[in-house]
């Protein structure tokens, strides 16, 4: 079965850097365009950042952009999520994201998307 498991989270200073990972199993990884998302307490999960296929094009939220790298590596059924400058409002659970797609776009749209990990925790102190 597809598996899609979170690592890297944990509890970092404003201003420091944090990079999550998030291996991928039981799929054809590279059919798959994938994202990360983050829910915050007492908040909806919101979109993140989002891969294509092949790591060519990549999508951010203004809340990151700048701040944010996402990347895979098909290879090794990976993707990741480099965040730097921290703040306390990037406080949250992030969760990557797997959607099947026939082209190599990428996909902002939450509802669209197949399977989901089980989601890591990254807390940022003032």
């Known amino acids: 079965q597809v598996q899609l498991v979170e690592s890297g989270g944990g509890l970092v200073q404003a201003g420091g850097s944090l990079s999550l990972s998030c291996a991928a199993s039981?799929?054809?990884?590279?059919?798959?365009?994938m994202g990360w998302f983050r829910q915050a307490p007492g908040k909806e999960r919101e979109f993140v950042a989002a891969?294509?296929?092949?790591?060519?094009?990549?999508y951010y939220a203004d809340s990151v952009k700048g701040r944010a790298t996402i990347s895979r590596d098909n290879a090794k059924n990976t993707v990741y999520l480099h965040l730097n400058s921290l703040k306390p409002e990037d406080t949250a659970v992030y969760y990557c994201?797997?959607?099947?797609?026939?082209?190599?776009?990428?996909?902002?749209?939450?509802?669209?998307?197949?399977?989901w990990g089980q989601g890591t925790q990254v807390t940022v102190s003032s």
């Open positions: 994201a797997a959607d099947y797609v026939r082209t190599n776009r990428y996909n902002l749209r939450e509802d669209e998307y197949d399977y």
């Open positions: 039981g799929l054809i990884f590279s059919t798959y365009a």
């Open positions: 891969i294509n296929r092949s790591g060519g094009s990549t």
